[in-house]
């Protein structure tokens, strides 16, 4: 069996795929599959896969009728997977070549049953800057649940998991059901299943980059509106589940906050009450003050400060 199983959902990804199997390929850790699932995919991805895979019996691409969900495709490639690890990656993002390596050694020394670390950013438009995705002072609190549900959520493509903690997390659906595949939450499946995560485990940070992480426009997960009412969904079922109210109402703080910055950037004359409501809900401090403060500025100053402290938090 191999230590690490990776799971690649593909769709329309023809133009990127066979970089995204090359750096899996340069992994100086080497005992591994790879699993790329295809939603049904109608551009050459499958083609491009098969070619880039050529010769290694570890890669496997399974063709699947469309499901237009990478989280649901996630699900179908996670039946396939034997490993004692799961690994996650993204068919347009790539791994630096000692991701695997790194991330091992840090669970083996720390005998912690997940992990994740930074990534760089690129592309992503206006309100997106390039840079590091966590400073280098942020690290996970402990206990991180909290943190992870009231804060940004962790990239993906650096995830790994054992296999028993995954399947706790599945709550008896099994590692083929681990991400939710409710509607409700589409654009925050990730998020949701990070959450089960923590609520069990304290995880392994690294805060070097170990992926590059391409922000493609327009995705579903980049509508504000509508990522906006799956992050609500998802916070109003841990509340059912007993989550303390002051927590889930900090989170929806940030979330709203988030809305507000798509609706600053992409349109939408709601913004400033959306910060405003969103201040008012948060604790006091400086992120607190930087919104107020925004919410007074004509859009278009608005627009630039938020850039400007979301470029210094990465370049920092």
Same mark, same amino acid.
């Given at each position: 069996?191999?230590?690490?199983?990776?799971?690649?959902?593909?769709?329309?990804?023809?133009?990127?795929? &066979?970089?995204?199997?090359?750096?899996?390929?340069?992994?100086?850790?080497?005992?591994? #599959?790879?699993?790329?699932?295809?939603?049904?995919?109608?551009?050459?991805?499958?083609?491009?896969?098969?070619?880039?895979? #050529?010769? =290694?019996?570890?890669?496997?691409?399974?063709?699947?009728?469309?499901?237009?969900?990478?989280?649901?495709?996630?699900?179908?490639?996670?039946?396939? &997977?034997?490993?004692?690890?799961?690994?996650?990656? =993204?068919? =347009?993002?790539?791994?630096?070549?000692?991701?695997?390596?790194?991330?091992?050694?840090?669970? !083996?020394?720390?005998?912690?049953?997940?992990?994740?670390?930074?990534? !760089?950013?690129?592309?992503?438009?206006?309100?997106?800057?390039?840079?590091?995705?966590?400073?280098?002072?942020?690290?996970?609190?402990?206990?991180?649940?909290?943190?992870?549900?009231?804060?940004?959520?962790?990239?993906?493509?650096?995830?790994?998991?054992?296999?028993?903690?995954?399947?706790?997390?599945?709550?008896?659906?099994?590692?083929?059901? &681990?991400?939710?595949?409710?509607?409700?939450?589409?654009?925050?499946?990730?998020?949701?299943?990070?959450?089960?995560?923590?609520?069990?485990? #304290?995880?392994?940070?690294?805060?070097?980059?170990?992926?590059?992480?391409?922000?493609?426009?327009?995705?579903?997960?980049?509508?504000? #509106?509508?990522?906006?009412? +799956?992050?609500?969904?998802?916070?109003?079922?841990?509340?059912?589940?007993?989550?303390? &109210?002051?927590? +889930?109402?900090?989170?929806?703080?940030?979330?709203?906050?988030?809305?507000?910055?798509?609706?600053?950037?992409?349109?939408?004359?709601?913004?400033?009450?959306?910060?405003?409501?969103?201040?008012?809900?948060?604790?006091?401090?400086?992120?607190?003050?930087?919104?107020?403060?925004?919410?007074?500025?004509?859009?278009?100053?608005?627009?630039?400060?938020?850039?400007?402290?979301?470029?210094?938090?990465?370049?920092?």
């Amino acid at each position: 069996m191999p230590a690490v199983s990776i799971i690649v959902p593909a769709y329309r990804a023809a133009q990127s795929i &066979a970089e995204t199997i090359r750096s899996v390929r340069a992994q100086s850790f080497q005992d591994w #599959e790879l699993i790329i699932s295809d939603d049904g995919s109608p551009d050459a991805t499958v083609d491009v896969a098969t070619s880039a895979a #050529e010769g =290694d019996p570890r890669i496997r691409i399974v063709q699947n009728a469309p499901s237009k969900s990478p989280s649901i495709n996630r699900n179908r490639a996670l039946a396939h &997977a034997q490993g004692a690890w799961i690994a996650f990656l =993204d068919a =347009d993002d790539v791994w630096l070549p000692d991701k695997l390596k790194l991330q091992l050694a840090a669970l !083996t020394k720390s005998g912690k049953r997940w992990g994740f670390g930074n990534v !760089t950013i690129e592309g992503g438009g206006e309100d997106h800057p390039p840079g590091a995705y966590y400073p280098p002072g942020w690290r996970p609190e402990v206990p991180f649940f909290p943190q992870l549900l009231t804060g940004d959520g962790i990239p993906l493509i650096t995830l790994i998991i054992s296999r028993e903690l995954l399947a706790d997390a599945a709550e008896g659906r099994g590692i083929a059901s &681990a991400f939710d595949e409710n509607p409700i939450h589409r654009a925050a499946r990730d998020w949701e299943l990070t959450l089960r995560l923590a609520a069990r485990a #304290e995880p392994s940070y690294l805060s070097r980059p170990l992926a590059t992480y391409r922000i493609v426009e327009g995705s579903f997960s980049r509508d504000g #509106e509508k990522h906006f009412a +799956c992050t609500s969904s998802v916070i109003a079922a841990w509340r059912a589940r007993g989550i303390g &109210a002051p927590v +889930c109402d900090q989170a929806g703080a940030l979330h709203l906050s988030k809305r507000a910055a798509h609706r600053l950037f992409h349109g939408g004359g709601a913004w400033r009450g959306d910060m405003r409501s969103s201040a008012a809900s948060s604790a006091w401090g400086a992120r607190t003050l930087f919104f107020v403060a925004l919410s007074f500025l004509p859009a278009s100053l608005a627009r630039r400060a938020y850039r400007a402290a979301l470029s210094a938090r990465r370049r920092a």
